[in-house]
C-alpha cells in the first residue's frame, strides 16, 4: 500500500436549498487544515431532492486547497454509505490510511462504522473532528443511530 492518504469529509444537511449547512461548512474546514497536497479528498454526501445540488457538490464548490485528487461521493445518504463508500475508495486507491472527518458529536460512530467496513485490509483510521458541538436534535438522533450500529457492523461484514 502506498502511504498516500484518503481524507473522507462526511456531508451534512438538513434540506437547505443549495447551500452547506453551517456543521458541514465546519467539516469542509477542518479537512483543509488536515490536508496535505499528496492526499486524494473524498467529498461524501447526497442530494435530498433530485433538484437540488449534492452535498458532495456543494463541498467541492467550496474546496480550496491543492489535492493530488478530489472524489466526490453523491450516493452515500448515511453514516454507514459514507463508510461504505470511503472503504470502497480506500481499497481502490491503494492508501494505507483513511483520515475521517466530520463532527465530534458523530465521530465515534463514524469511525466505528468505517473501522468494520475496513476490517482485515490493514488499513489505518484516523479521526478528524470539528468542534462545533451540534443542535440538541442532531445530538439526540445520534445517540438513537447508536442502537443500529451492531447490525450495520454485521452488514460490513458480509460486503
Known amino acids: ?68 485528487r478530489l472524489l466526490l461521493d453523491r450516493s452515500a445518504r448515511s453514516t454507514y454509505g459514507n463508510a461504505v463508500g470511503a472503504a470502497a475508495a480506500a481499497g481502490e486507491l491503494g492508501v494505507s490510511e483513511v483520515v475521517l472527518v466530520t463532527s465530534s458529536w458523530h465521530g465515534r460512530r463514524a469511525a466505528v462504522l468505517l473501522r468494520a467496513a475496513l476490517r482485515g485490509t490493514g488499513r489505518r483510521v484516523t479521526l478528524a473532528t470539528s468542534a462545533e458541538r451540534g443542535s440538541v436534535r442532531a445530538r439526540l438522533r445520534e445517540l438513537a443511530c447508536w442502537s443500529l450500529v451492531p447490525v450495520l457492523v454485521l452488514l460490513t461484514r458480509t460486503r
Do not use: F, I, K
Open 1 to 68: 500500500m502506498s502511504e498516500r492518504r484518503l481524507v473522507a469529509v462526511l456531508g451534512y444537511s438538513n434540506g437547505r436549498r443549495g447551500e452547506l449547512h453551517p456543521v458541514c461548512t465546519a467539516r469542509l474546514a477542518q479537512a483543509e487544515q488536515e490536508v496535505r497536497p499528496e492526499d486524494v479528498v473524498l467529498l461524501s454526501g447526497w442530494a435530498r431532492r433530485s433538484s437540488r445540488s449534492a452535498e458532495a457538490e456543494l463541498m467541492a464548490h467550496a474546496w480550496t486547497r491543492g489535492v493530488s
